[in-house]
Structures are given as structure tokens and as C-alpha cells.
T-cell receptor
Framework: QKEVEQNSGPLSVPEGAIASLNCTYS??????FFWYRQYSGKSPELIMF????GDKEDGRFTAQLNKASQYVSLLIRDSQPSDSATYLC?????????FGTGTRLKVLA | DTGVSQDPRHKITKRGQNVTFRCDPI?????LYWYRQTLGQGPEFLTY????????KSRLLSDRFSAERPKGSFSTLEIQRTEQGDSAMYLC?????????????FGPGTRLTVT
């Protein structure tokens, strides 16, 4: 079992819709959880982080964490074509960060 | 603060040559990481520094790879006797250990092509 799992996609959503991206992790000692956006050929850009169970909202983005189910998700409201990218989930335990392979999101105009 | 910077942004080298990459972290960040990323994969951990101390190096790294962070500021990653399998994006990231979530920020990366 991979330490951090994501569906590779592509996940296609129409413009204006909600995109839902999911991530599961195996280490119950994980302490913080991150979502990065990565455009093709570019480096990852931090979108959000969360470390407590529940929801955290920042603009059009909401991160959701359920430690009991070892599950973290990212919702993108009012999706725009510019949101088309690969979204990486990362999990931190102590100093180490483990990344998933990413989900490719396509927002269709 | 302009964020994490890396130099060079692109490097083309012939197999067997040595290459060195530089990373300048965000100034107050005491943790510095090197990752390697290939197409379709997430960043893969290579090594980690807290201040000037290298605290972990991936078991996946061969002895051809070495990293330093003198005085706890910038860091260098050297690859000796490069192989075609070393072609990848090399990413540097930094974080500060006293922020709430230990957010990690990436530099723009160095894309290495070994011919």
C-alpha cells in the first residue's frame, strides 16, 4: 500500500462546478496535511494546509480532514479553466513530507 | 522576501559529468529539503537539513549524490558521474519549524537533462 494515495485522474468538471479531490494516507501519526497545485513544467505551489479534523476554507478552496478515516480532501468551488493542473496531496509526520502522485484536474470551458 | 530560489533553472549535461545545483531558502526558514520529481510522480524525498545539520538522506540515493548546507543558509546538491536515469526536476523546499502547520514552500526547480 502506498503511503499517500490519490486517484491520478483526469478529473473533468465543467466551468463553475465544484471539483472534489481526495487523498488517503497510511501513517496514523501524520500531523499536517497539504494541498499543492502544480502546472505542467512548474514547481508545486502551496494552496492550503490543515492539521485539525474538520473543514478549513480559504476563498474558493476548502480542505477537509478526517483523521479517523485517514482521509483528506480538497474542494474547489466555482472551478475555472485556470484551475486545470495537477493537485498534489502531501502528508507530514515529524519532519518528513510524503507526496501522492497527484490528481490531474481539467476544468472545461 | 522573494521565496525560495534555485540556480540554474535548466542544466543539460553529458553522462559521466558532475553537476551542482544551488538553493536559497526563504531567509527565516531553518528546514531545507531536496526532492526529485519525474513525470507523473510526486516529489520524492532526497535529503533534509535542519539549520546546517543534514539529518536524513534517502536510502534511494546512491553515493553519487551529496548535499551541503554550510552555515545553515543556502544549500548545494551535487551529482557526480551523472547517468541518464538522473534526468529529472530537482526541487528545493524550505519550512520553518515553529509555524503551526510547518508549511513547506518550493523553489522553481532545476530541470536536469543527462544526454
Amino acid at each position: 500500500q502506498k503511503e499517500v494515495e490519490q486517484n491520478s485522474g483526469p478529473l473533468s468538471v465543467p466551468e463553475g462546478a465544484i471539483a472534489s479531490l481526495n487523498c488517503t494516507y497510511s501513517d496514523r501519526g501524520s500531523q499536517s496535511f497539504f494541498w499543492y497545485r502544480q502546472y505542467s513544467g512548474k514547481s508545486p505551489e502551496l494552496i492550503m494546509f490543515i492539521y485539525s479534523n474538520g473543514d478549513k476554507e480559504d476563498g474558493r478552496f476548502t480542505a477537509q480532514l478526517n483523521k479517523a478515516s485517514q482521509y483528506v480532501s480538497l474542494l474547489i468551488r466555482d472551478s475555472q479553466p485556470s484551475d486545470s493542473a495537477t493537485y498534489l496531496c502531501a502528508v507530514r509526520a515529524t519532519y518528513k513530507y510524503i507526496f501522492g502522485t497527484g490528481t490531474r484536474l481539467k476544468v472545461l470551458a | 522576501d522573494t521565496g525560495v530560489s534555485q540556480d540554474p533553472r535548466h542544466k543539460i549535461t553529458k553522462r559521466g559529468q558532475n553537476v551542482t545545483f544551488r538553493c536559497d531558502p526563504i531567509s527565516e526558514h531553518n528546514r531545507l529539503y531536496w526532492y526529485r520529481q519525474t513525470l507523473g510522480q510526486g516529489p520524492e524525498f532526497l535529503t533534509y537539513f535542519q539549520n546546517e545539520a543534514q539529518l536524513e538522506k534517502s536510502r534511494l540515493l546512491s553515493d553519487r549524490f551529496s548535499a551541503e548546507r554550510p552555515k545553515g543558509s543556502f544549500s548545494t546538491l551535487e551529482i557526480q558521474r551523472t547517468e541518464q536515469g538522473d534526468s529529472a526536476m530537482y526541487l528545493c523546499a524550505s519550512s520553518y519549524s515553529s509555524t503551526s502547520g510547518y508549511e513547506q514552500y518550493f523553489g522553481p526547480g532545476t530541470r536536469l537533462t543527462v544526454t
